[in-house]
């Protein structure tokens, strides 16, 4: 198979690559300070976003069955509620819902229910999943739309096999877990994007004397920091004097570190997803 | 006869919009009791400072934001009092709830006092969300057309064959050798370009912005805009979604039907066979008479729908940006300023104000996908 076909495998490895030259740069030019807290930020956001998809597949999956059983056994209320709900959640911009579980994180913290910063990271995460689960709904429901409009269900119903097994085990893990995998790889991306961008907005937005809870340092909240957001803003002024262009990856290197970690991040993520869509003719 | 109103399409129209409706009152009604809750609470929040914790407060030299001297606290404490950690636990967060009412405290704000939802205060929103809409209504725009492009070039070029600006200068200097690496550096440079743009449009805004601040004036409205047109993901999002659909469509079968049958077919630039580069922006008349048009047509007809979805992820853009720019004077800053500021009931009224946004752009959508399969005639 040419590379052309396995545009996946190409950009897991370019991010691998990636990952792992920054990773060696920093080791030779950043202080350890900083160094152990970019890599604690990239370990949390990276933690973070894959809870994120792990309960955006559990939350998709549950609620699909549901609205599958509702269907199947003519609870039309039920049904049309469900429905509702979603398309309901669907039309929330997720950074409002994610501030509304910003503010719930926050209060939760200060009561101490919520004491380790694992616990935190995955309650956050969980908020995530819960504006994101939507398109696990919609794929698993459209897969099995497909199939049930072949001659394949039939036949094994024919052949005594249950229907939650039908569903689970021949449509969703045998005949759409390329799939499903696709989806988890893209809902990756949109966590990590959507992580990063609420814990900036609230480093940034809100004061920094404000610093209302110690939540877990992420790449966002990295990039919101003083010394990073100087080190950004150097980025713009190479536009105009190139000269300054060698000092980004030396002196300017904490904020310059962060941006391209998510950066970087995002465009192979994004690459990876539309590669397995092109290979597996999604 | 029935009447139009009786199609099949116009009854699914009218149930969508009832349903939109519906919501609208459901979050009405959800965020109203969440605005009296959390007033009610804040409200019995501000009780008098408890004397005790006062009293640690007003400890000089000590910084409460940092955790070393938390700790150093904690070991002093232990040190002077017979007490057990559940004990100096619960003084700590006492004191770091104090801490942050006082932090927060309305009166520290340009302005001073506690503002509540008046007449006043929607009439100051007014002006914010007006600007908060034309901004969002240029974006959609903007976004829409410059998706379209992007899927449509992209769907040519994969049709032409053409490889990556990379690829063909790795082909050319295996090919030429070493005067071919520099006779073709153009199209070294070229992907350096691409690269870059890649970069930009998968870059959350913030990056970007925080990148050009000291050269341009990021608090203009254009930029805004431009802003949340190019980064964020959000172009490359929608155009990825219309380029799915236009290859999806591009291997149904009537397509080599209508080849056969004598429709042109070739994807060539500015060839009479093939699409003149206008197709990027007015496709449905720079390609009458070639099959795309009709590949077109239907991809468009499946997307107008998935744009519903690209509507909140658009709102999400442009909340990131307001906020995290902290430009005063736009509607999603003030919001942020308002939840630091535990004036929950404007904030609300603000996120309800925004919800009503994207529910009549979806409703838009609807209509306008209804009238699609109208002229279509795709109904029963």
Redesign the interface.
């Known amino acids: 198979m040419k590379v052309?076909e396995r545009k996946d495998i190409l950009w897991t490895l370019l991010w691998a690559g990636g990952l792992l030259i920054a990773g060696v740069w920093l080791v030779l030019f950043l202080n350890e300070p900083a160094r152990e807290r970019i890599q604690a930020a990239f370990f949390n956001t990276m933690l973070g976003a894959l809870v994120a998809v792990v309960a955006a597949l559990l939350l998709g999956w549950g609620t699909a069955h549901l609205l599958l059983a509702f269907e199947r056994g003519g609870k039309r209320t039920a049904y049309m509620a469900g429905t509702?709900v979603l398309?309901?959640l669907?039309?929330?911009?997720?950074?409002?819902g994610m501030?509304?579980g910003y503010?719930i994180v926050t209060t939760l913290i200060?009561?101490?229910t919520l004491p380790s910063p694992l616990v935190q990271i995955v309650f956050t995460s969980i908020i995530t999943a819960l504006f994101v689960f939507q398109e696990v709904v919609d794929l698993i429901r459209e897969r099995v739309k497909h199939y049930e409009q072949l001659e394949f269900v039939n036949a094994l119903l024919v052949c005594g096999v249950p229907p939650r097994v039908i569903i689970n085990k021949e449509i969703l893990l045998k005949n759409s877990l390329a799939h499903l995998v696709q989806k988890s790889v893209s809902l990756f991306g949109r966590a990590i994007?959507?992580l990063?961008?609420i814990d900036?907005?609230i480093s940034?937005?809100?004061?920094t004397?404000?610093?209302?809870?110690?939540l877990p340092t992420t790449l966002g909240s990295m990039?919101a920091n003083l010394d990073s957001?100087q080190d950004?803003?150097v980025?713009?002024?190479v536009?105009?004097d190139p000269s300054m262009f060698g000092s980004l990856f030396f002196e300017h290197l904490q904020g310059v570190s962060v941006?391209f970690l998510?950066?970087?991040s995002?465009?192979c993520i994004?690459r990876i997803a539309?590669g397995m869509?092109e290979r597996y003719r999604l | 006869m029935s009447s139009p109103s009786d199609s099949p399409t116009f009854r699914s129209l009218r149930r969508i919009i009832l349903?939109h409706l519906?919501?609208v009152l459901?979050?009405g009604v959800v965020l109203a009791a969440l605005a009296i809750l959390l007033t009610v609470v804040e409200e019995s929040r501000t009780q008098p400072s408890d004397p005790s914790i006062a009293r640690y407060l007003a400890i000089g030299d000590v910084d409460w934001?940092r955790?070393l001297h938390k700790e150093l606290f904690r070991d002093s404490y232990l040190f002077l009092h017979p007490a057990s950690e559940g004990a100096i636990?619960s003084i700590l967060?006492n004191i770091?709830?104090m801490r942050?009412r006082d932090?927060?405290d309305p009166t520290r704000k340009l302005g001073g006092e506690r503002k509540t939802l008046t007449w006043d205060t929607v009439g100051g929103l007014v002006p914010m969300y007006v600007v908060f809409i034309i901004v969002f209504l240029s974006v959609l725009g903007l976004t829409y057309v410059a998706a379209r492009a992007m899927a449509i070039r992209k769907f040519i070029l994969s049709k032409q064959g053409r490889?990556s600006y990379l690829r063909r200068y790795v082909a050319a200097v295996q090919s030429g050798g070493l005067k071919e690496a520099v006779v073709r550096l153009d199209l070294l440079a070229r992907s350096l370009m691409y690269g870059i743009a890649?970069?930009v449009l998968?870059?959350?805004a913030?990056?970007v912005a925080?990148?050009?601040?000291?050269?341009?004036d990021t608090e203009n409205v254009f930029f805004l805009i431009l802003l949340a047109v190019v980064t964020?993901?959000v172009l490359?999002h929608y155009a990825?979604r219309l380029y799915?659909l236009l290859v999806t469509e591009s291997r149904k079968g009537y397509v080599e039907t209508a080849i056969v049958k004598g429709v042109r077919g070739k994807y060539s630039w500015d060839h009479g066979e093939g699409l003149p580069r206008m197709v990027m922006f007015t496709p449905a008349q720079a390609a009458k008479g070639h099959v795309f048009h009709e590949i077109y047509r239907n991809a468009r007809l499946q997307f107008i729908p998935s744009m519903?979805?690209h509507v909140?992820?658009m709102?999400?853009g442009l909340?990131?940006i307001e906020?995290?720019l902290?430009i005063k004077g736009y509607l999603c800053?003030t919001?942020?300023q308002h939840?630091?500021f535990r004036e929950y009931d404007i904030a609300i009224a603000i996120?309800f104000l925004?919800?009503v946004a994207?529910?009549v752009i979806?409703v838009c959508i609807d209509v306008w996908h209804a009238f699609e399969l109208r002229k279509y005639g795709n109904e029963g």
Not at chain 1, 90 to 96: A, H, K, L, T, V
Not at chain 1, 209 to 214: A, D, F, I, S
């Open positions: 052309e509702f398309n309901l669907r039309s929330i911009p997720q950074m409002i501030l509304v503010a200060l009561r101490g994007f959507l990063c961008s900036f907005i940034v937005g809100l004061s004397e404000v610093n209302l809870v110690n990039l957001k950004i803003l980025v713009g002024s536009v105009t941006a998510i950066v970087y995002l465009l994004h539309g869509m | 349903e519906s919501a459901v979050v934001s955790p636990d967060r770091e709830e942050i932090l927060t490889s890649s970069l998968f870059s959350p913030y990056v925080y990148s050009l601040r000291t050269r341009l964020n993901g490359v990825g799915a519903k979805e909140t992820f709102v999400t909340v990131i906020m995290a902290n800053y919001l942020l939840m630091l996120v925004i919800f994207v529910k979806e």
